[in-house]
């Protein structure tokens, strides 16, 4: 699960073909007449192996079941489902809700949202902790766990973690909030580790296996393109599938954060923020959408001063890179309140911190929690600051925002998910007021996650070579890992056909 999406149901019914990681070989894909011949021992091979995974698939909705309690008899523990312990290997990524899960001698974890490190707290001694230098400032800050526990690694280095059979661990920039990271793992299978009763018949053998685990990310040409990662052989992706689905294609990262800091620019300094109409006439700031009916007369010697507020809702952790391009684009300080910035300031980011002020008056942007972008919330806050802010423009930025188009296709062809995503442009004359907005407060739905579009996760999937795919969110569903088992296998189909090795890009942030 993510914190940028809703919850998905739970059921404990698996059938054949319900397996969300791609179970299926190469070959199984290819036409028959690229298929090379198979020997029965083969083709019993492949059976059991998708076998092996749909029953795994079946153990883990029982264990993730939102009713199932465990008893005094299993220690008073969840079990952990086999996607949350590696493969071969004692190490755990994500999996602090488990407690003290069996083998495991090495926790890792991927970012400090509260749905990953569920039940992470003061009194932690099942084993190390391995994360960003970052995300261990948060940990500490924010849960008090014993400092003996948490290890920060540094970025894009390999290395070796203690206890866990020589396996090399490299850090990646996940492009999702500060301090997350996607892990890149290195290593044999020396241990049955974790609660499954599905256990792999490598362990043991001198096989070097790769594992990349990307916890929550907003996939780029970066991640590919990586030292750790380009030109190797990727035997399982733990794959962030908050939005596997076609009508999750919202526009680029970069470019959306760029149309909130014109926008914010141009409204502030009563710019036209839109193209002459076909009367000549021009979109002039927030004046112009309000009819001159509707806009409070007021006197002169009675008006405030005329700054006008710029409200920015945001996670206890994420959004950071629309605040600061505002608050750069205005040349204004940031204001939050004192937890907001204690939060902020665990963040190794001298440039933000010199943003920041405790003034809300030296503070032209304010950030407030996502929930209080709305106009029953919002009027009250800016009614505080009656007197010094006239107006105030509030941006609600989350991947929720966006709608897709009617009409749009359910079940695409990969090379037109491929040109139309990058055919998606995006500035600040696409952002458009929400309901509910007036001539004081206008706040606008931006179409922004850090979570990858599902445009995002095929360029992915087809630029990087792997073995197997491993959803790890919407998988409590049976339909959902259907759908997405769909997808997996197009992907997987499409690049044995295409022989472009990564998916041409319009710049290294984006495709």
Not at 199 to 214: A, D, E, I
Not at 228 to 257: C, E, N, R, S, W
Not at 372 to 395: L, N
């Amino acid at each position: 699960m993510c914190i940028d999406q809703t919850a998905s149901s739970s059921s404990a019914g698996v059938n054949s073909t319900t397996s969300v990681s791609s179970t299926v070989t190469r070959e199984q894909h290819a036409s028959k007449e690229e298929q090379p011949e198979q020997s029965e021992e083969s083709l019993y091979s492949v059976l059991m192996t998708s076998h092996k995974e749909n029953e795994a698939w079946k153990e883990a909705a029982a264990m993730e079941d939102r009713n199932f309690r465990p008893t005094r008899a299993e220690g008073s523990r969840r079990k952990a489902p086999f996607y949350k312990v590696l493969q071969g290997m004692p190490i755990a990524v994500d999996a602090f809700r488990y407690g003290t899960i069996p083998g495991v001698t090495a926790y890792f974890l991927t970012h400090a949202h509260s749905d990953h490190y569920t039940n992470l707290a003061s009194n932690w001694k099942s084993g190390p902790i391995y994360c960003s230098e970052d995300t261990a400032n948060l940990v500490l800050h924010m849960l008090a766990v014993d400092p003996k526990w948490v290890h920060p690694l540094p970025m894009d280095v390999p290395t070796t973690i203690p206890d866990t059979g020589g396996v090399v661990v490299t850090l990646i920039e996940a492009n999702h909030c500060p301090g997350s990271c996607l892990f890149f793992f290195e290593g044999q299978q020396t241990v049955h580790a974790g609660d499954s009763s599905f256990k792999s018949t490598f362990v043991g053998s001198s096989k070097t296996f790769r594992y990349l685990h990307c916890g929550d990310f907003r996939a780029s040409p970066r991640h590919v393109l990586h030292p750790a990662v380009k030109g190797k052989y990727i035997d399982h992706v733990y794959l962030d599938t908050t939005y596997l689905d076609p009508k999750y294609t919202f526009p680029p990262q970069p470019l959306v954060i760029s149309a909130c800091a014109e926008l914010a620019r141009r409204i502030v300094a009563g710019e036209a923020i839109g193209p002459a109409d076909c009367n000549g006439k021009r979109m002039l700031t927030m004046d112009a959408w309000v009819t001159a009916q509707s806009r409070p007369e007021v006197k002169k010697e009675e008006q405030p001063s005329q700054r006008i507020l710029v409200v920015i809702g945001t996670y206890s952790i994420g959004k950071e890179r629309i605040v600061k391009a505002v608050a750069q684009a205005l040349k204004t300080k940031i204001y939050c309140d004192a937890r907001k910035a204690a939060i902020l300031r665990c963040q190794t980011d001298p440039e933000l911190h010199s943003l920041l002020t405790s003034d809300p008056i030296e503070g032209g942007v304010h950030l407030l929690p996502l929930g209080m972008i709305t106009s029953d919330k919002i009027k009250p806050y800016v009614e505080r600051f009656k007197g010094t802010y006239s107006r105030a423009v509030a941006f609600r930025p989350t991947g929720w925002t966006y709608t897709p188009p009617s009409g749009s296709e359910q079940s695409p062809p990969i090379a037109s998910i491929i040109s139309r995503g990058q055919a998606c442009s995006f500035s600040h004359a696409d952002l458009k007021p929400m309901q509910k907005s007036s001539y004081t407060i206008q706040m606008f739905g931006v179409p922004y996650s850090e979570h990858s579009s599902f445009f995002e996760l095929t360029c992915f999937a087809m630029s990087c070579d792997w073995g197997k795919m491993i959803a790890t969110v919407n998988v409590g569903s049976e339909n959902s890992r259907a759908k997405m088992a769909k997808w997996v296998a197009r992907w997987e189909a499409e690049k044995k056909r295409n022989k472009d090795s990564v998916v041409k890009y319009r710049e290294i942030d984006y495709w």
